[in-house]
């Protein structure tokens, strides 16, 4: 969580003597992630640190593709005139093993905390 403080708000008085009124500072949430850590190495070719990586390869419920399974991405992949535009690392893709749910909500009603969970209850000092 951040605050943002807020300036006084003018409420009257005369131009000699004005009348402002004290705002409280608001609290927000914080979307920056790793580009509001001023400690935070940024490359943006190289892409942003893989935090869940390990999480989700110790859960087994998921496999690594050879390559992408759509073929819009592997038509852009192979068209060598946006080879500008790509990051130095692409992601290896994955999928869901046979008979697995992958997601954060099918984990959640099966009262499973997840990695990913409590790291967001961590970043927003919630237990979790």
Known sequence: MREIVLSPTHI????????YEQNEAVPVYDTAGA??????????HRGLEKL????????DDSELL????????????????LDHLRFDQLPTPRR???????????????GIITPEMEFIALRGKHGP
């Open 12 to 19: 009257g008085g005369s131009k000699e003597q004005p009348l």
């Open 35 to 44: 580009y509001g850590d001023p400690a935070a190495q940024i490359d943006v």
């Open 66 to 81: 050879e390559q992408n399974s759509s073929g819009y991405t592997q038509q852009r992949l192979a068209d060598e005139g």
């Open 96 to 110: 869901a093993r046979a008979g697995c749910c992958v997601t954060q909500l099918h984990y959640a009603r099966q």
């Open 52 to 59: 869940r990586a390990r999480w989700i390869a110790e859960r």
